[in-house]
């Protein structure tokens, strides 16, 4: 059964044009969902180390507000960054 996390990966994965990736224990997120996101909008990877980083590099790109409930402590991204993250490669696709 998956969780309301596990499907916006999906959504992510669809929009980014690759199979969603697997979720590993505690429903944390696959850092190649980010890395992919990178790769996909040809932005460059340099001093982007974390989740995190990413997502909100991602979302300031797209105008969009990225703010201390998108992700929790060990570098795990909400299920509202989820949402953020997948807005921001939405409107960068232009989707």
Wanted: glycine share 8%.
């Amino acid at each position: 059964m998956s969780s309301k996390k596990e499907e916006l990966v999906g959504e992510i994965a669809i929009l980014l044009g690759f199979p969603k990736p697997n979720m590993s224990n505690g429903s944390r997120e696959p850092k190649t969902l980010f890395s992919e996101a990178l790769v996909r909008l040809g932005i460059s990877e340099k001093e982007l180390s974390t989740k995190i980083l990413i997502c909100e590099h991602i979302a300031t790109i797209a105008g969009l507000t990225w703010t201390p409930d998108c992700w929790s402590r060990g570098g795990t991204v909400t299920y509202k960054g989820l949402e953020v993250f997948r807005d921001a490669i939405s409107i960068l696709l232009d989707t």
